[in-house]
């Protein structure tokens, strides 16, 4: 089995994905670092600017691919992965797809010191938000709220969500 959490930029998927696979002793993999090491480049940052969004989705999407056989793992996936319905694909494959939904308000207030490179535009990201949440609500097998909790908490309530599952 493998979980992959899915949701905005800055829904804490990176956290919860690290005190998940702590609390479950699983191993934990995110899906951005593994697409920066891939690029050779130092950050998404970096790969937007050098070599443009395309390049950032194809390498996504080899990485969600090779993530599709693997077991026993947490996946932080990155925000844009819902843009790609394949990708959604291999991580379902023998897996389940928890969304961490929290307000745009929430995403800005968390991310506001250092945000991605699609968050630069707040309008823009604002509406990437609004594009978006209709797909992460439907590849969801669960929805779990996070807006006002701590990391703690929202890891306690995927463990109870995922028995039901
Ligand atoms: C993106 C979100 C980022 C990263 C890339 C694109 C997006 O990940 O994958 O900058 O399209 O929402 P986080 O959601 O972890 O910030």
Redesign the pocket.
């Known amino acids: 089995m493998k979980i992959t959490l899915i949701?905005?930029?800055?829904?804490g998927?990176?956290s919860v994905a690290k005190l998940l696979a702590e609390k479950l002793s699983l191993e934990r993999i995110d899906?951005?670092q593994q697409?920066i090491q891939k690029s050779g480049r130092k950050s998404?940052?970096e790969i937007?600017e050098k070599d443009g969004?395309l390049v950032?989705r194809e390498l996504?999407m080899s990485v969600a691919k090779s993530l599709m056989n693997k077991n026993d793992v947490i996946i932080?996936?990155?925000?844009?992965?819902v843009?790609n319905k394949i990708n959604v694909d291999y991580l379902k494959h023998d897996g389940i797809i928890i969304y961490l939904k929290n307000s745009f308000a929430t995403s800005r207030e968390r991310?506001k010191h250092n945000p991605?490179?699609?968050?630069k535009n707040e309008q823009k990201a604002k509406e990437?938000y609004d594009i978006?949440l209709p797909l992460y609500t439907y590849y969801a097998d669960g929805i779990i709220e996070t807006d006002n909790k701590t990391v703690e908490e929202i890891s306690e309530e995927i463990i109870e969500k995922i028995k039901t599952l």
């Open positions: 949701g905005f930029m800055g829904a998927k990176t899906m951005d697409i998404d940052q937007f969004e950032f996504e932080a996936a990155g925000g844009g992965l843009m991310i991605p490179p699609l968050f990437l978006r």
